[in-house]
């Protein structure tokens, strides 16, 4: 039998997609009779500003064609590209669709040799004869397109007063985006509250391409503290119009605890009192240490419940979940939860289900995140795959959750 990290590469070098493609592939090794793949190679425009909204309406159409035959996955890679899995299309209607793909999304590319040797934005596979080549494409474009970004310099200090100035002056609104956090509690899934967020993607992309805004942490803490005030700028006259109940917005320590903030806060209606919420790295939190009685006393004082962001299930063996002030901790997933040890996982579970705060599954793009949030007890979710239940109102089923922490002792 092929062993799923086997076959992946060492696995601290993929992210949850990337990870959840291959596994798959290496599943349907077994029996590939009657499935199709293509790897549309679409990691070449990547870096167009508008690439998350065409991906987006991509998806759409490849999903229209697909949801006539049977069987079918659609994934979208860390890198950009997209494989998309399926049985009983006939290969006239897929190739008018890989047609399709091709003159939305690769508008002025030039004809290149690919990295299957051919000339051409897209393949298609007979999975019973080339899956092979398949997974050695997906992991060969894996290897050399997050290669790529990691190389980027720094911006300068120049650089970065430049792009201060410009967030200053600027309405960017075209670069706030939101994303819900599901309650799953009950049988009818809804929207505890909404995040909003800036894509830095977006403002390297507008303002310092080819230089990375995150690569010196000091200089990115200087454009943050920018960015918060812009965002509450940006969405101060907004939030009232929304219907979802309850907002988080992603924070700096030093943004929180300024006289922006509590301005921000004092001008928003009544009626959103405590519906506000501020999300927190736990680096930041974990830098500002000594400061946390401070903190905790100025979401008291504000009415302003706290998330702590960005947990890793690590993190999880050093902090004291059953004493955490605040109100939401969001954890994220990573499918190497589901390869520890049986007594490490029943105490991780453990650790979650007896927090204070309410625990968050972040990142949640597979089935088996899905599974484990059920499992493990967490009431509230996040990611595209809750997106997309939410969406078309399917009822979050996952078969036995349980089955997750039924594995033998190692």
């Excluded at 064609?65 to 049977?70: D, K, N, Q, S």
């Excluded at 298609?124 to 060969?140: E, K, M, Q, T, Y």
């Excluded at 997933?333 to 589901?338: F, G, K, R, S």
Aim: hydrophobic content about 40%; charged content about 25%; aromatic content about 8%.
């Amino acid at each position: 039998m092929v062993d799923a990290e086997d076959d992946e590469g060492p696995a601290t070098t993929l992210g949850g997609v990337d990870r959840e493609v291959l596994r798959e592939l290496v599943r349907l090794r077994k029996s590939p009779q009657g499935l199709r793949a293509v790897h549309v190679l679409s990691s070449v425009v990547a870096s167009r500003r508008r690439f998350e909204k065409e991906a987006q309406a991509a998806n759409r159409v490849i999903l229209s064609v697909l949801e006539a035959g049977g069987y079918h996955k659609i994934f979208h890679l860390s890198n950009g590209d997209i494989v998309f899995i399926y049985s009983q299309v006939s290969t006239s209607t897929v190739v008018a669709l890989c047609t399709a793909l091709e003159t939305s999304l690769f508008l002025g590319v030039p004809s290149r040799k690919n990295v299957y040797g051919d000339f051409g934005n897209y393949k298609i596979f007979d999975l019973s004869r080339d899956i092979g080549a398949l997974v050695d494409g997906v992991r060969a474009m894996l290897a050399t397109e997050p290669k790529a970004r990691t190389e980027r310099q720094p911006i300068s200090v120049g650089q970065m007063d430049s792009l201060c100035t410009q967030i200053r002056s600027t309405d960017i609104r075209t670069i706030v985006f939101n994303q819900p956090v599901y309650n799953i509690s009950h049988e009818k899934t809804s929207i505890e509250f909404l995040e909003f967020y800036t894509s830095i993607q977006k403002l390297e992309q507008l303002y310092v391409p080819g230089r990375s805004i995150a690569g010196n942490p000091w200089l990115f803490n200087l454009v943050k503290r920018e960015l918060d005030a812009a965002v509450m700028r940006a969405i101060s006259d907004e939030i009232p119009s929304y219907r979802h109940k309850a907002f988080s917005l992603n924070l700096l320590v030093d943004s929180f605890m300024s006289d922006g903030f509590r301005e921000f806060v004092g001008s928003l209606p009544v009626r959103l009192g405590g519906r506000i919420f501020v999300e927190i790295d736990k680096t930041d939190l974990i830098q500002h240490s000594d400061f946390l009685a401070d903190i905790y006393g100025r979401s008291q004082a504000l009415g302003v419940p706290l998330c702590v962001d960005g947990v890793s299930y690590h993190d999880i063996q050093v902090l004291r979940m059953a004493r955490l002030k605040c109100q939401y901790v969001k954890l994220k997933w990573n499918p190497d939860i589901l390869t520890l040890p049986t007594e490490e996982l029943e105490i991780l579970v453990e650790d979650l289900r007896t927090s204070t705060a309410r625990v968050i599954l972040t990142r949640c793009d597979s089935q088996n995140s899905l599974a484990f949030a059920r499992t493990a007890g967490v009431q509230f979710i996040q990611g595209h795959l809750a997106d997309e239940y939410f969406r078309t109102g399917e009822v979050i089923v996952v078969g036995n959750g349980d089955a997750v922490l039924d594995k033998p002792r190692q």
